[in-house]
Nanobody, 124 residues
Framework: QVQLVESGGGSVQAGGSLRLSCAAR????????MGWFRQAPGKERELLAA????????YYADSVEGRFTISRDNAENTVYLQMNSLKSEDTAVYYC?????????????????WGQGTQVTVSA
């Protein structure tokens, strides 16, 4: 069982930055593949970035490539999402997710554990 708690969301102006954190309560956090998703009102949940258990491989959606960076600290049981050059269309609830797999996972259905989400609002 894994418990995930996101933090770091908030309101920011377009062009600004935020860093999201996801603290995991898990026996062996390093055994889990992690991902960041978001969901805007009226839209489907979207995968933004994913990272392998050791941080050695990552995936980014085209919509955030070059602006967002996913990283993890297995000693701290935490995964991060650094978000730069934010746009109004980045406004959404952001979720982290975990799967007991060691590869990078790029579909929502592959993740078994989800946090409650944190709101990010970007004003133009």
């Amino acid at each position: 069982q894994v418990q995930l708690v996101e933090s770091g969301g908030g309101s920011v102006q377009a062009g600004g930055s935020l860093r999201l954190s996801c603290a995991a309560r898990a026996r062996t956090f390093s055994s889990y593949s992690m991902g960041w998703f978001r969901q805007a009102p009226g839209k489907e949940r979207e995968l933004l970035a994913a990272i392998r258990w050791d941080g050695g491989s990552t995936y980014y959606a085209d919509s955030v490539e070059g602006r967002f960076t996913i990283s993890r600290d297995n000693a701290e049981n935490t995964v991060y999402l650094q978000m730069n050059s934010l746009k109004s269309e980045d406004t959404a609830v952001y979720y982290c997710a975990a799967a007991f797999r060691r590869t990078v996972l790029t579909t929502a259905g592959a993740y078994a554990y989800w946090g409650q989400g944190t709101q990010v609002t970007v004003s133009a």
